[in-house]
């Protein structure tokens, strides 16, 4: 079955180091999302993308954020110059289309120091 | 603006006894709900979801939930629960099914299932 995959699986750094986030999703998938988890708090969304572009935002992601399909399979999330708050999980999700379900990958956690 | 409230942070069953996990829900439109788990160390699993056709929704292991629009809720049930149900679950609500719409999650309950 396939499925959304996340590399790395744990990132450390230090603050104010740029990271990338990678996520491979759904060969056949348009929309395209990013969620992170801090540590004993909700999921939370951050960004969607379709069509090459940021379709939705929260207010979390602010200008240290942006987001790219560089290629046909990659979508990746990059924090310019990270936070200590920036400690959390992040999920990447991909879906079909209209009523097709998200699903997520196993998520990049994210320690900042 | 939507939002979901789990109303149970911990929920611990025996195994062979039945689950329930509470979920309020809060939408302007028409919404679509879901129940994801997430087991540890792993993503989050799409567990069942409705989308405005059956009020009773089954999913997979087992697990079914009732949408009741009077009262904005959308509990999931188990009738016996096993080792394996151990997890995180999320209730999570959109409104519209534009495909773009994000996802609000409620802050999740955890099931422990004893021996």
């Known amino acids: 079955e396939p499925e959304v995959t996340q590399t790395p699986s744990h990132q450390v750094t230090q603050m104010g180091q740029e990271v990338i986030l990678r996520c491979v999703p759904i060969s056949n998938h348009l929309y395209f999302y990013w969620y992170r988890q801090i540590l004993g708090q909700k999921v939370e969304f951050l960004v969607s993308?379709?069509?090459?572009?940021?379709?939705?935002k929260s207010e979390i992601f602010d200008d240290q954020f942006s987001v790219e399909r560089p290629d046909g399979s990659n979508f990746t999330l990059k924090i310019r110059s990270t936070k200590l708050e920036d400690s959390a999980m992040y999920f990447c999700?991909?879906?079909?289309?209209?009523?097709?379900?998200?699903?997520f990958g196993p998520g990049t956690r994210l320690l900042v120091l | 603006a939507q939002s979901v409230t789990q109303l149970d942070s911990h929920v611990s069953v025996s195994e062979g006894t039945p689950v329930l996990l509470r979920c309020n829900y809060s939408s302007s439109y028409s919404p679509s709900l879901f129940w994801y788990v997430q087991h540890p160390n792993k993503g989050l699993q799409l567990l069942l979801k409705y989308t405005s056709a059956a009020t009773l929704v089954k999913g997979i292991n087992g697990f079914e939930a009732e949408f009741k629009k009077s009262e904005t809720s959308f509990h999931l049930t188990k009738p016996s629960a096993h080792m394996s149900d151990a997890a995180e679950y999320f209730c999570v609500v959109t409104e519209g099914d534009t495909g773009r719409r994000a996802l609000t999650f409620g802050s999740g309950t955890r099931l422990q299932v004893q021996p």
């Open positions: 999700a991909s879906r079909q289309g209209q009523g097709k379900t998200q699903y």
């Open positions: 993308f379709y069509n090459n572009e940021i379709s939705e």
